[in-house]
């Protein structure tokens, strides 16, 4: 028996994988201790399942373990990340390179950093989500201090070239950062061969527990350093004080583990879930996947579906959980600034949905996903004004609509 | 967010989907909003010549929920009601009778211009004045 609403939004967050969880447990009540009391044994207890989380996590991206600092999720991640270099780099240069799709935890730091005297560069992806390697390079600057490109975008699943942009940072002595949240645990990310010199990600996205995530800082060629953002007891070789979560430190180094042994067997599987439910979509007439279908994660897929509206249709979707580009319940009733950066019109963002699979999809999910979807499209477009117009072969641009 | 029950029913079971025809002189034919705001509404009245009175009522709306329950509520409303009658709804009775949150009462005002646009149109057919409404709603 299929159970409802069926869970498909993992880009937003994943369930804990219940071996995550029976990591976890002994460390909330059997060994609770404090992983900086160096005094008692529950403290060694501690520090010692902190450590080994610490290489779990460490050898799943092919860094070191004093190279991970534990935060609290990726948000922190990259304010860390963003002002910590800014800080520490200041006085080389002021030039922060970044993309206008990243997530609002970066768009937002940088604005923030904008008011403290940073300059910033906020590119253009090209049409399929991505930037080029040539595209960012022609935006660097004598005072270019770091560059902060996401490895693969949340709400498309694009995957940019990241490798070839950390390469060619290094080349120019820039640091170079990338919001991985989405992509470590899901495809393989190595930041010595990727040239990466700081990382963002959480557990949470990877069937770990909420509330944990970390910053990868690099040590060696180059050493980078980050100022601290919180002050305190210099936790984390002083770049983030606070006493270590352990229990979601322990269930994220568990997480990491599964993802790095099972990684290659189930992207292969959710790809193929994906493109059944993507090819099976795309049968529905005016139907467009958002974004790069070349480049791009295994279980994401974003689909805008013309003449019905994205809120009205994630109503008519509701036994099944995903998200939409359509934003009508703010007040601004501004879509989505990812689709409408991609270039997309306001009424195609307005009409999107974001499919996100996980280990826990499965095929007959997936199967009911595609009736429901088609059903709910066509009852909407059954009631769609412009889908009659569309269909009279009435150009909707030629009307002069009334702005509200 | 949570929708009442009442839009939930409208969405689920739409009241008088469909099209007139918008050449007939008895037809008054209102469309408002734009897609890029993610609200369309096209509403149709058909009328009586002789009584004013609103015999049929059609809409079709591109929109979220609340603005298919705005839409299909109107249409309910519309029908039997002289023009007369019909240009005193307004939208905040429609707030209340689908409990709209405040984020959503831009969908009842909608289909209150999509009232009063169909009824100008009738008007303009017919060699009426269109009526200025004094309420400005953008």
């Known amino acids: 028996m299929l159970k409802l609403p069926i869970y498909l939004d993992n880009n937003a967050t994943t369930p804990m994988d219940p071996r995550v969880l029976e990591a976890m447990l002994p460390y909330f009540t059997e060994y609770f201790g404090n992983a900086a009391s160096r005094n008692h044994p529950f403290g060694w207890k501690a ?63 940088c604005r923030h950093l904008e008011k403290q005297g940073a300059e910033v560069t906020y590119l253009e992806p090209q049409p399929d989500g991505r930037v080029s390697v040539e595209q960012v390079e022609a935006a660097i600057k004598p005072n270019t201090i770091l560059i902060s490109v996401m490895y693969a975008n949340n709400e498309i699943g694009c995957i940019n070239p990241i490798r070839e942009i950390g390469e060619m940072a290094h080349r120019h002595g820039v640091l170079m950062h990338t919001d991985a949240t989405q992509s470590i645990g899901k495809i393989p990310v190595n930041v010595l061969t990727d040239h990466i010199d700081l990382a963002s990600f959480s557990a949470h996205k990877m069937y770990g527990p909420k509330g944990i995530g970390a910053l990868y800082v690099r040590r060696k060629n180059p050493r980078v350093k980050v100022t601290s953002q919180l002050d305190g007891g210099g936790h984390e070789r002083g770049m983030r004080s606070g006493t270590l979560n352990v229990t979601g430190i322990v269930g994220f180094g568990k997480a990491c583990e599964l993802a790095m042994n099972e990684m290659a067997e189930e992207s292969i599987r959710l790809a193929k879930l994906r493109d059944k439910l993507e090819t099976e979509l795309l049968t529905l007439e005016e139907s467009y996947v958002n974004g790069s279908t070349a480049h791009r994660l295994p279980h994401v897929s974003n689909i805008s579906f013309k003449y019905v509206e994205g809120e009205g249709l994630m109503m008519g979707v509701k036994d099944i959980a995903v998200s939409s580009g359509s934003a009508c319940t703010s007040a601004s009733l501004e879509p989505s600034y990812v689709l409408k950066n991609l270039g997309l019109d306001d009424e195609l963002a307005h009409s999107s949905l974001r499919f996100g699979l996980g280990r826990f999809t499965n095929e007959e999910q997936i199967d009911f996903a595609i009736d429901h979807v088609k059903t709910a499209v066509e009852k909407l477009r059954d009631m769609s004004p412009l889908w009659e117009m569309f269909k009279e072969g009435i150009d909707l641009k030629s009307i002069e609509w009334a702005e509200h | 967010m949570a929708y009442s029950e009442k839009v939930i029913d409208h969405y689920q079971n739409p009241r008088n989907i469909g099209t007139l025809d918008k050449s007939l002189d008895n037809v008054g034919t209102g469309l408002v909003g734009a897609p890029e705001c993610g609200d369309v509404m096209r509403l149709q009245i058909q009328v009586n010549n002789e009584t004013g009175v609103i015999e049929d009522a059609k809409f079709k709306t591109f929109g979220c929920g609340s603005a298919i329950a705005s839409s299909s509520l109107a249409t309910e409303w519309l029908k039997g009601k002289t023009i007369n009658d019909a240009l005193s709804i307004d939208n905040m009775d429609i707030v209340e009778e689908l409990a709209l949150p405040p984020v959503k009462i831009h969908c009842s005002v909608l289909a209150e211009d999509a009232i009063k646009a169909a009824i100008n149109d009738y008007r303009t057919k017919k060699g009426l004045e269109p009526i200025i409404d004094g309420k400005k709603h953008y």
Do not use: P
Not at chain 1, 75 to 87: D, H, I, M, P, R
Not at chain 1, 88 to 95: A, D, F, I, L, V
């Open chain 1, 47 to 109: 520090e010692e399942a902190v450590d080994y989380a610490r290489e779990q996590i460490a050898k799943l991206i092919g860094a070191t373990e004093k190279e991970i600092i534990f935060t609290s999720g990726a948000t922190e991640s990259n304010n860390l990340a963003l002002k910590g270099v800014f800080e520490m780099y200041r006085e080389k240069g002021n030039h922060i390179i970044t993309v206008n799709i990243e997530h609002k935890a970066i768009i937002d730091t």
